[in-house]
């Protein structure tokens, strides 16, 4: 589609990673205000940390060579002024007043905003997902081992692995020597902030940003969990945060929405398996990087098959 036509918000790809960062503003500062001021504090850290080494691994993403400007009494090629003349070429004069050299310069690419936009999308993701009270250097080496494992497999569209969910499974394996701090809350402290966290997903679903049938998929298993157990109100929010920004991210899921339903439905029945076999809110981490590894075998079946073609006699 050409992107003239496509409304301004979905025009580049930077642009959809700012106003998916703009969706989450009302939820993190609900969840910040209600009971979590520790997140300030995981936010600026994992921000910092993601924004200072995504220039380190991927220079050639966010910088580009300028060409060299010609030297002095170097040949300079100048089209003609109509199409299909033949460039002209003249020597360059001598200037003493000309400094430029052939050494070239480097400029801010336009994915350079594209890429540290992600990388503060995964850590506030992370942030929002780390557990509160616990250690915090586990989930900074998380992050930019998901960082570099990202640029390993050649960037966001072809990383099988949501970096968030690779960082909170690293920095929960790091922090197994110690304990990894769960919170409570009363449910009428925790409904708001899973609500509003729903709602940015509604509004990114509005947008035409995120898909909303993965969405439905993977909440359905965990509110039939929910509701049918007495685990801590913790939960709601990692339910709420998986179904908003993991269960909808199409750069991680197939390409038919029948394969992303079965995709996000798997990761919802994982996850709840897991949390009733008492592990903690964030070990919903582990649930989707098994069905996103899975998530190029079941995309080979559910994409249609062109029809078959009747060979001439």
Not at 33 to 48: G, H, N, T
Not at 127 to 143: K, M, R, V
Not at 257 to 279: F, H, K, R, S
Request: aromatic share 10%.
């Amino acid at each position: 589609m050409n992107p003239l036509v496509l409304p301004p918000w979905r025009r580049s790809v930077a642009r959809r990673f700012a106003v998916t960062l703009l969706a989450m503003l009302p939820a993190l500062v609900m969840q910040a205000w209600q009971f979590d001021a520790e997140w300030l504090i995981r936010l600026a850290v994992l921000a910092s940390a993601a924004l200072a080494f995504t220039p380190v691994i991927t220079p050639a993403l966010l910088f580009t060579p300028s060409p060299p400007s010609p030297a002095m009494g170097e040949r300079v090629g100048v089209r003609g002024a109509f199409p299909g003349t033949a460039p002209q070429h003249h020597l360059r004069p001598p200037d003493s007043t000309d400094h430029r050299t052939p050494v070239s310069r480097w400029h801010w690419k336009n994915s350079g905003s594209a890429v540290l936009l992600d990388a503060l999308t995964q850590a506030t993701l992370l942030a929002a997902l780390w557990p509160s009270g616990s250690a915090l250097w586990p989930a900074i080496a998380g992050l930019i081992a998901a960082l570099l494992m990202q640029r390993l497999f050649g960037g966001w569209s072809s990383n099988p692995f949501p970096p968030s969910m690779l960082a909170l499974a690293v920095g929960l394996m790091l922090a197994s020597g110690s304990p990894v701090a769960g919170t409570s809350w009363s449910p009428s402290e925790t409904a708001p902030v899973a609500l509003a966290w729903l709602a940015s997903g509604i509004v990114l679903v509005l947008l035409r940003l995120r898909p909303w049938r993965p969405m439905l998929c993977f909440a359905l298993p965990l509110a039939l969990f929910l509701i049918g157990s007495d685990i801590g109100t913790d939960y709601w929010i990692s339910a709420a945060i998986g179904t908003t920004f993991i269960a909808s991210d199409r750069l991680h899921l197939p390409a038919h929405p029948l394969g992303q339903c079965l995709v996000a439905a798997l990761a919802g029945l994982g996850t709840a398996a897991i949390w009733l076999a008492g592990a903690p809110a964030p070990a919903l981490a582990f649930a989707w990087l098994l069905f996103t590894f899975l998530s190029p075998w079941i995309e080979q079946r559910t994409l249609p098959r062109p029809p078959a073609t009747i060979s001439e006699t």
